[in-house]
């Protein structure tokens, strides 16, 4: 896990901390305020090799937090159980053998 935090702050970097930056300005109204820069850390993570590994594994987790995200969009922080879900979930991923270099497409 660590390994695709550090390619995900390498390589989205700027996104993640805009994203970040913009949910923690706008605790009642982020959803709609910082959804394009979601979607920009989205795009810049999905043509990751071991981000899209990590996402393929996890994706049911991830999909529960999102729901979580949703239904309590007052109280991001109510959905902390789904988040260490997920890093436990992306920590268990096999990695090895996943070329850490996005190949051009």
Partial sequence: MQA?????????????EAYGSCVASNPSTWQ???HELKINVAQCTSSH???QKIR???SGVFVEFER???EN????????PHVARFLACAESVDISGVDPVPQPS
């Fill in 56 to 58: 393929q594994e996890c």
């Fill in 73 to 80: 969009p007052d109280t991001p922080a109510s959905c902390s």
């Fill in 32 to 34: 709609s305020k910082c």
């Fill in 68 to 70: 979580c995200l949703r």
């Fill in 4 to 16: 695709a935090m550090d390619i995900t702050a390498k390589y989205c970097n700027k996104e993640m």
């Fill in 49 to 51: 090799p071991v981000i």
